[in-house]
């Protein structure tokens, strides 16, 4: 079965520093690929995702990931972050040939300071 | 658009007492539907997912069970509650043809004590 690994699982940062999230999952096919975050007593949302094409997706409030199959990575970034991106992101993946689940990885709590 | 919508937020039961989570989606005719729990550094653990009326699976076993009786609801529930129940669980649509992003309620916190 595939797995999904968030390496990081606390990152405290100040504003205006720059964040970035790795994820590496471990299934050798095609995949569709997800990062979603979930906000201080807000739903889980989703934040970006990957299906094909330009490697390189942008999603909202200025964050973006960059899927790079020969390392079975796909990393967000924020080139400078804001304290209300604080919150936890998670990883998901989704192989293509393997119906409809998604595997997530165990998240990332982000805390920014002002 | 879509919705979906869980209750009841927080749950506080007692040990062996039943349980029955409710979840149910508008705006969608015949959603994917999904159960998680999420633990602190766990991220999310699928429970069940159903693809249609009366169709569920069940991913791990435990001591809860899922229905789906109505196209856009679906249940979550168990016969006697054990201390391990408690977290977060949370519900989840997505269409029923690919790519399969996942939409999610806002979660009900369970408690068993």
């Known amino acids: 079965a595939q797995s999904v690994s968030q390496h990081n699982h606390h990152v405290i940062l100040s504003e205006a520093a720059s964040l970035e999230l790795g994820c590496n999952y471990s299934?050798?096919?095609?995949?569709?690929l997800f990062w979603y975050v979930q906000y201080p007593g807000q739903h889980l949302q989703l934040l970006l995702k990957?299906?094909?094409?330009?490697?390189l997706v942008k999603g909202i409030k200025g964050f973006e990931a960059e899927f790079i199959k020969s390392k079975f990575s796909f990393n967000l970034r924020k080139p400078s972050v804001q304290w209300s991106d604080t919150a936890e992101y998670f990883c998901?993946?989704?192989?293509?040939?393997?119906?409809?689940?998604?595997?997530f990885g165990g998240g990332t709590r982000v805390l920014v300071k002002p | 658009s879509q919705t979906i919508h869980q209750w009841p937020a927080t749950l506080v039961q007692p040990v062996g007492s039943p349980l029955s989570l409710e979840c149910t989606v508008e705006?969608?005719?015949?959603?994917?539907l999904y159960w998680y729990r999420q633990a602190a550094g766990r991220g999310l653990q699928l429970l069940f997912y159903?693809?249609?009326?009366?169709?569920i699976s069940s991913e791990v076993p435990q001591n809860l069970s899922a229905s789906r009786p109505q196209d856009r609801q679906f249940i979550l529930s168990s016969k006697k509650l054990l201390l391990s129940d408690s977290g977060f669980y949370l519900c989840?649509?997505?269409?029923?043809?690919?790519?399969?992003?996942?939409?999610f309620g806002p979660g009900t916190r369970l408690t068993v004590t």
């Open positions: 705006g969608t005719s015949n959603p994917n």
């Open positions: 990957y299906f094909s094409g330009d490697p």
């Open positions: 159903s693809v249609g009326i009366g169709q």
């Open positions: 989840a649509w997505s269409e029923d043809r690919g790519p399969y992003e996942q939409y």
């Open positions: 299934y050798g096919g095609t995949v569709n």
């Open positions: 998901a993946v989704k192989p293509k040939a393997a119906g409809n689940k998604l595997t």
